[in-house]
């Protein structure tokens, strides 16, 4: 997110502002005790507001939601990272409001990754792409259709839809190299049980010893 925002109401500017000062405070809540989580949450909340103030009236009232995903969605905003989006619709139709909506986050200076889908079709991206699933899971409804949010929300956590089979499925191909590379340069040292070769297809190799 731009550190200055094109102000288009009062709302916006007086939300603009607060964000301003609320990221100056980042390097004092980095050095406070739990200080990093609180200042996340905060700066998601205000995203949140200024979000919902562009937020058109015609969208309000129908059959969309607009919902956060990825770290957005988890309540853990960056400053000036993407801001990630789903516009969630019931049934696609041609819509200038949606439209309006990008438009004006863009020429407010918001850096914003989106998209724009039905439930099938979130359904459809999840099982093609690992990243859009888990994307998924963090989704986190902002404003709008709060019904059609949860059929979403049920369905992606729902085993019916995505098994663990198909899930881990991506991740296979690239097994076989990361045990051979592991295997490759893990460090081989153990008094106990000889020197064995340690490799984890997700954790950094280390070499472990017994003392007892």
């Known amino acids: 997110m731009s550190p200055s925002l094109m102000v288009h109401s009062k709302e916006h500017a007086d939300l603009g502002a607060l964000i301003a000062q609320h990221l100056a ?15 996340l949450e905060t700066h998601t909340h205000l995203i949140d507001e200024l979000l919902k103030s562009y937020w058109p009236e015609e969208l309000a009232s129908g059959a969309t939601a607009l919902v956060a995903v990825g770290g957005y969605g988890r309540g853990e905003q960056f400053p000036h990272s993407d801001i990630d989006l789903l516009i969630l619709l019931e049934t696609h139709q041609p819509d200038s409001a949606i439209q309006d909506f990008l438009r004006h ?25 690992v990243t859009v699933y888990t994307n998924l899971l963090d989704a986190r409804l902002i404003t709008g259709n709060a019904a059609l949010f949860k059929q979403l929300d049920q369905l992606v ?20 190299y990361a045990i051979k590379h592991s295997m490759k340069w893990a460090p081989k040292s153990n008094p106990i049980s000889k020197r064995v070769p340690v490799a984890c297809e997700t954790c950094t190799p280390f070499a472990g010893s017994a003392t007892g």
């Open 157 to 176: 956590r729902s085993d019916q839809v995505f098994r663990t089979g198909h899930f881990s499925k991506p991740k296979r191909p690239n097994r076989p």
């Open 105 to 129: 986050l863009w020429d407010a200076g918001l850096v914003i990754g989106h998209a724009v889908r039905t439930v099938e079709e979130c359904l459809i991206a999840g099982r093609d792409d």
């Open 25 to 39: 405070t980042w390097p004092e809540a980095l050095r406070a005790t739990d200080g990093a989580r609180v200042f």
